[in-house]
């Protein structure tokens, strides 16, 4: 028996091992690395919604079940950034490990290195359908705030002196037939309305009989009849892209990837030990934790692409543009790669 399992190991790391003679990764050792990327890239990315979300809704915090119509659009785009963001980091690091020159089959190299990684294309996938099947959220993010701003008025009519608006940080003067309270986002600015309207997508307000102080450096006091804010960020995924489009675009932008990586000369990398034996220990990690940020570059630049484009709601084929971005982030990380190998060949150790 024991003797079968040695033999079954000494077959499976033979069929591990590339025509280099290193040995290439097995799809577990992929899946591993996928898996604790991915919440980290993920969750900055959540992070960085929570927070726009705190600063255009200042309330936010007192009304929690209010927000699940604008939490799952940052849910979805957490994934859908981070898998893009943890599918560059781990594809590039497996080439710059391996960096394979070719199959025993005869293989082209890089045929041999886009099959070496193939099962990251599962695993996108399978983020990716994930991602599309969470609710869309609310599809008039607008009119929601607007029945928010009804309802508080509304309030009036039972006797109520002053009503807050949940979300918004402002609160409705019965008395004065106005809304009150200060700036979202700016918090030393007070205004004051007397109607207050959203657009649909959340992308512009109208105001009417407006009154805005603000006592910094300077005194200012401002009125006017009508005043509109365009310009914001929506909260709703572009309706331009249905969860099938949306998930086409998105694959299409990580195989664009995979494809672009697989195709460029990769230079195998010696290990961080072999490199620099005497090396601190803490160097190693912060060199390993630097290239790792290095690496992840192109999938982030296609994330921020593809994000800055849907908020504009650009047309299927203007995301080729992201890709575009990408590509060119990937030619000056393999530059990197070539030019300063002592930085990669840290990440051996990470």
């Given at each position: ?7 079954l ?70 994934l ?96 004065a ?7 979202p ?19 512009r ?16 006091h ?95 084929l ?33």
């Amino acid at each position: 028996m024991a003797s079968f399992w040695s033999k079954l190991a000494y077959f499976g790391y033979n069929r591990e091992m590339s025509t280099s003679g290193r040995p290439s990764a097995p799809a577990g050792r992929l899946a591993r690395d996928f898996a604790l990327i991915l919440p980290i890239a993920a969750l900055g990315v959540g992070v960085l919604g929570l927070v726009r979300l705190g600063r255009q809704f200042p309330a936010a915090a007192a009304s929690p079940a209010l927000l699940v119509p604008f939490l799952l659009p940052v849910l979805a785009l957490a994934l859908e950034a981070g898998v893009l963001v943890a599918f560059s980091t781990v594809h590039l690091r497996q080439l710059l490990r391996a960096a394979p020159a070719g199959s025993a089959s005869g293989l082209p190299a890089a045929l041999a290195r886009a099959r070496a990684t193939l099962p990251l294309l599962a695993l996108l996938a399978l983020v990716l359908g994930a991602a599309e099947l969470i609710p869309r959220g609310t599809e008039h993010p607008g009119a929601f705030a607007n029945d928010l701003v009804h309802t508080a008025r509304g309030s009036c009519e039972a006797g109520a002196q002053v009503v807050p608006v949940p979300l918004l940080g402002l609160n409705v003067s019965c008395a004065a037939g106005r809304i009150e309270g200060p700036m979202p986002g700016v918090r030393s600015v007070q205004v004051a309305m007397r109607e207050l309207t959203f657009s649909d997508d959340l992308r512009r307000v109208d105001i009417v009989g407006l009154e805005l102080s603000a006592a910094r450096a300077l005194r200012v006091h401002l009125v006017a009849g009508r005043a509109r804010i365009a310009g914001l960020a929506p909260w709703s995924r572009s309706p331009r892209l249905g969860p099938l489009g949306r998930f086409a675009v998105l694959a299409s932008l990580g195989v664009a990837l995979w494809l672009a990586a697989a195709a460029l000369s990769w230079r195998s990398l010696p290990s961080s030990s072999d490199d620099a034996p005497g090396e601190p220990r803490w160097r190693r990690r912060a060199l390993g934790w630097l290239a790792s940020v290095l690496l992840a570059v192109p999938g982030a630049v296609v994330a921020a692409g593809f994000i800055s484009l849907d908020q504009e709601r650009a047309q299927p084929l203007v995301y080729a543009s992201a890709g575009l971005l990408g590509l060119l982030a990937l030619g000056l990380v393999r530059l990197l790669a070539w030019r300063v190998p002592r930085i990669f060949s840290s990440f051996s150790s990470f």
